[in-house]
């Protein structure tokens, strides 16, 4: 029975090269995030942006949550993949960083399909769930401040519909979630949601250790 495959760069370039479909406007917005600080760390890989849309479209979503927008990138991959009608809310916290990624949206034709909220997610979530009720999205892709992911991992269970998805990014954070000297914020919070799904019953579940560790929860 074969072990996991370690992922060095020339493994990672053969994948890349074999299955990546990352276009120019993707890439520019890529490159551009890259530039700004702490920009690499903080956006997703192109291959978890291409998942995510595949994610969408094998499961005919049609409205996506997105917990944590930085420049777009990923936003941009998934309203690409729905349909016309189909709809992105993704929540920040500054307005700055969405207001990067809106030109690649709009260059992309998909600016319509996406809603950007400004505020603290926690009371986004929580304003969602008071004017229209649970079970609203079909998928919820959570990859914002990791020391409250459990509270946004509870909200996204109740904004998901049943069957539906949420997709927990920087589940192995860096690999900190094994360090036993890591005992900040972030990595106890990555940890506690981790574990919290593992028992949680209301949930199926598959942690994925690609990128920085991608966890998949269908709500039943």
């Known amino acids: 029975m074969a072990d996991q495959t370690a992922a060095g760069p020339e493994l990672l370039e053969y994948v890349r090269e074999h299955s990546l479909r990352e276009d120019g406007i993707l890439r520019e917005l890529r490159r551009t995030t890259a530039e700004l600080p702490g920009g690499k760390a903080m956006q997703v890989m192109p291959e978890e942006g291409q998942f995510l849309a595949f994610l969408i479209a094998a499961t005919g979503v049609v409205d ?13 991959c998934m309203a690409r993949a729905l349909p016309p009608q189909g709809r992105v809310v993704t929540c920040d916290i500054s307005v700055r960083w969405p207001e990067i990624g809106a030109e690649y949206w709009r260059r992309a034709g998909v600016l ?24 609203r999205f079909g998928l919820v892709f959570v990859d914002a401040d990791k020391a409250n992911y459990p509270r946004y991992y509870e909200l996204a269970l109740r904004l998901v519909r049943p069957g539906g ?44 250790p690609m990128a920085d560790g991608i966890t998949l929860v269908r709500r039943r």
């Open 112 to 135: 319509d399909r996406i809603e950007v909220r400004i505020g603290e997610a926690a009371d986004l979530l929580e304003d969602m769930l008071a004017a229209d009720g649970a079970g």
């Open 165 to 208: 998805l949420v997709v927990v990014d920087n589940t192995l954070f860096f690999g900190r979630v094994v360090d036993p000297l890591a005992d900040d914020a972030d990595t106890a919070g990555v940890r506690e949601v981790n574990a919290r799904i593992r028992e949680d019953r209301r949930v199926d579940v598959s942690m994925l």
């Open 64 to 76: 996506v949550l997105e917990i944590g927008t930085f420049t777009g990138y990923s936003t941009l």
